[in-house]
Every structure is written in structure tokens, then in C-alpha cells.
């Protein structure tokens, strides 16, 4: 019976190890890289080529990678998973004139964030109208340790959650105290401002979408270069996005992640 456990414990993480290697390599595929080579793959995972290419093989086999002269693209199997996902996470159409509207009259970069465990993951984005911009892609997942829209997202996050959150970032234990200071005022100002927390020279303003269970379901935040980030400026940008919010709010907003 132990040897049974034991085989049948080996061989489910076995299986673990090798979901993680497939989503590596998928996660080598981007936009500005729609095709990458055997070798990169085996450079860039670390992987030994025979395990590369018996992955590559099963991933075809299931239409997740496509094999060309020029190397491996994605597949046409990704449209299926592509579709649900959109399906399941596309935004209604007046939530995304909203987040539009607000990114136009502020000229800055709209996002929007939901918390999943222990990170954020921006699940709608509207780029600024200006050269010099701030970029955080759909799907993107950032830290809670830092940045206006994690103090607004643990307003309602209880104590052992901010403990987990400050242990991961680069104080570790020691960033539990202005954590908990900077979501309490998150929490009663009904907005939060960040200066280079964690990307030096971006600041973010950001103001909770209130879900229908009553709590933080999401935040809305604007962001950019420093230096267009004055207290004047700041003003403007929490008008605007708690307007944006309240509309938001009003509707109702709902997310997957949401328990």
C-alpha cells in the first residue's frame, strides 16, 4: 500500500512538472515574438532538447503549437481556450466607454484591477493619449506589496493577508506596517497615490469599483510619468476616476475571480 501512495504521488507531480514546462513554453510567444526556434526554446527554459521536442510534440498533437519552416507558433487549438476566456472576461460595452472617456480626458493610462490570491491582474486597459506613457498589458499580473491600485484592492483584506503580501515583497516582514498604514488611509480618503513604489519615475492615482457583495471588487486607476503627477493633477484624476467608479459601481461589476 505505501509503495501504491508513493508511485501514485511521484507520478501526479511528474504530471505538475509537466504542465509547468508546456506553459513555459508557451509563455515564450508574444506578440513581438510569434515565432521562437527549438533552440531558444531550449536556451530560454533550460530544458534538455529531447524533453523540448517530446513537449512540442504533444502540444501540436492537441493544436496548441503549430510547427513552421521558421519554427513553433501558436496553434489553432488556442482560439477555443482564446474564446472562452474573452467570453469570459470581456467587459461590458458601457464600462469600456467609460474607462475610454476617462483615458481621453486625462490623456493618461486607464486601468483596471482585480486581485487574484496574492496579485493583481489587470483585466482591462485603455493606453494614453501621450508619447510618453505608462504600459501595463491585459493579463499582466503585479505585485500587492506596492502601487496605488494594491492599497485600494486590500481595503477590505484582513490582517493575515496583508502579513502574506508584505512577507513577498523586497522588506519582507518589515514593509507590514506602512502596508497596513497606507490601505487604512486607502480605506478612509476612498482613493490612493503612488510615487515610484514600484517602478521608479510612475505614479498611479486609483479608486475602488465596488462590487454587489459590497466589498473592493476591482480598481481603477490612472497612470504615467511622474512628473505629470502633481497634487493639481492628482485632484483632476481622482475626480475623474471616482466618477468613472461610481458609474461602474451603479451597474454592477462582477469578475471572475470574485469568491
Request: hydrophobic share 40%; net charge neutral; glycine share 10%.
Amino acid at each position: 500500500m505505501p509503495e501504491a501512495a508513493s508511485g501514485k504521488s511521484s507520478g501526479d507531480h511528474g504530471g505538475v512538472r509537466s504542465v509547468q514546462r508546456a506553459v513555459e513554453i508557451l509563455a515564450l510567444l508574444s506578440e513581438d515574438r510569434p515565432v521562437v526556434t527549438v533552440g531558444e526554446i531550449v536556451k530560454e527554459t533550460g530544458l534538455a532538447k529531447t524533453t523540448v521536442v517530446r513537449m512540442l510534440a504533444t502540444l501540436g498533437k492537441n493544436g496548441l503549437v503549430w510547427t513552421t519552416s521558421a519554427g513553433v507558433t501558436a496553434g489553432p487549438g488556442l482560439w477555443r481556450w482564446a474564446y472562452l476566456a474573452r467570453r469570459s472576461w470581456e467587459l461590458p460595452a458601457e464600462i469600456r466607454h467609460l474607462m475610454r472617456e476617462t483615458g481621453q480626458k486625462t490623456r493618461e493610462t486607464i486601468n483596471l484591477y482585480v486581485t487574484r490570491d496574492l496579485q493583481r491582474v489587470c483585466i482591462a486597459q485603455q493606453q494614453g493619449t501621450q508619447t510618453l506613457r505608462h504600459v501595463v498589458q491585459v493579463g499582466d499580473q503585479l505585485p500587492l506589496w506596492a502601487g496605488a491600485s494594491s492599497k485600494v484592492l486590500l481595503s477590505d483584506a484582513p490582517t493575515s493577508t496583508l502579513e502574506r503580501v508584505a512577507a513577498m515583497s523586497p522588506q519582507g516582514a518589515e514593509r507590514l506596517p506602512d502596508l497596513r498604514e497606507a490601505v487604512g488611509r486607502a480605506r478612509e480618503d476612498g482613493f490612493a497615490v503612488s510615487h515610484g513604489e514600484r517602478e521608479i519615475g510612475v505614479s498611479a492615482v486609483a479608486v475602488p469599483v465596488i462590487a454587489p457583495s459590497g466589498r473592493v471588487g476591482a480598481a481603477l486607476s490612472l497612470s504615467g510619468p511622474t512628473a505629470r503627477f502633481t497634487d493639481e493633477r492628482v485632484a483632476v484624476f481622482v475626480d475623474e476616476l471616482i466618477s468613472a467608479s461610481a458609474q461602474m459601481t451603479a451597474r454592477g461589476f462582477t469578475h471572475p475571480f470574485e469568491a
